[in-house]
């Protein structure tokens, strides 16, 4: 605020000239007006007061008779956070928001590491990712079972994952073979199965021993058929896939090849080896085919 001095015309210089206003006292010194020295009182104290308000513990106060202000702290004992003792261990969450510690915050911008939880990742979003990912292998996939790899193999779907076919581009299938060894006494016959195609091209048969060698599409066909002589050709629709008649070790070749089926669709063909050596031998058959169904 501005003070209106009075005149100081012909006053003392030796600042016994003073004048007071708003509780404080100025001396003129004959070039400037200046509040009073040390030893003077300057200040009217009861000017000054002081609102408390402060909560808690802490408190505001002000004396007017020495013109001192006490300030008295909050008692923070017990409490967390810079500046006060109780910090990790102490069991305390002043320091965290909505019960979360500060790295449990992270701005999305700053991800530089860990894994984003896949329920983040559900839906569909307006997003651009740059840079690359290496691709998995395909035998790492849970529904791609990769086995024995060849030059050409293809992927099939066998109706609960995705195996690799035969080797061929085309997926067409390549020609293979399948043995069994079965004893036999002398003059004897049994009755067995080998593992083949649900449905083949026979195109050839091997022997080691002299027999009869008979496939069947089923059991109850070669049941039937037990008792027809070597020299009787089947019945059509009999059930009677193939014969073969050697005098010793043999390699039959089957022309026109002959299509082979099971009529249950398993993966199966039903032999009767008759023995023709005379001697009790372990008989290996061998079918060469051409597989026709998957």
Known sequence: MAINFPSTAGQATDGSYTYT???????????????????ASATNRTLFSVTNAASGSSALSYNQNNGVF????????GLSGPGVNDGIGSNLNADKLDDQEGSYYRNAGNLN????????????????ITGTAPAPNLDSLTNVTITNVQNNDVL????????NGVNNVTGLQ?????????????????DATIVTPKSYMLWKVEVNYACWLRLYCDTNSRTADQSRNIDSDPLPGSGVLAE????????????????????AGSNATYLR???????TNNHTITLHYLQLEA
């Open 21 to 39: 206003v708003a509780g404080i006292t100025y001396a003129w010194n004959g070039s400037s007006w200046a509040a009073a020295g040390a030893g």
């Open 70 to 77: 006490t300030y008295v702290p909050p008692d923070l004992s």
């Open 113 to 128: 590491a860990g894994t984003v939880p896949s329920a983040r990742l559900t839906g569909t979003y307006n997003i651009s």
């Open 156 to 163: 099939q779907y066998n109706g609960s994952a995705w195996v």
């Open 174 to 190: 390549s020609r293979a073979s399948v043995s069994g060894t079965y004893s036999v006494g002398a003059n004897g016959y049994i």
């Open 244 to 263: 073969v008649i050697s005098s010793g070790q043999t390699a039959q070749l089957i022309t026109p090849g002959t299509l082979c089926f099971n009529s």
């Open 273 to 279: 080896v008759d023995d023709r050596s005379g001697g």
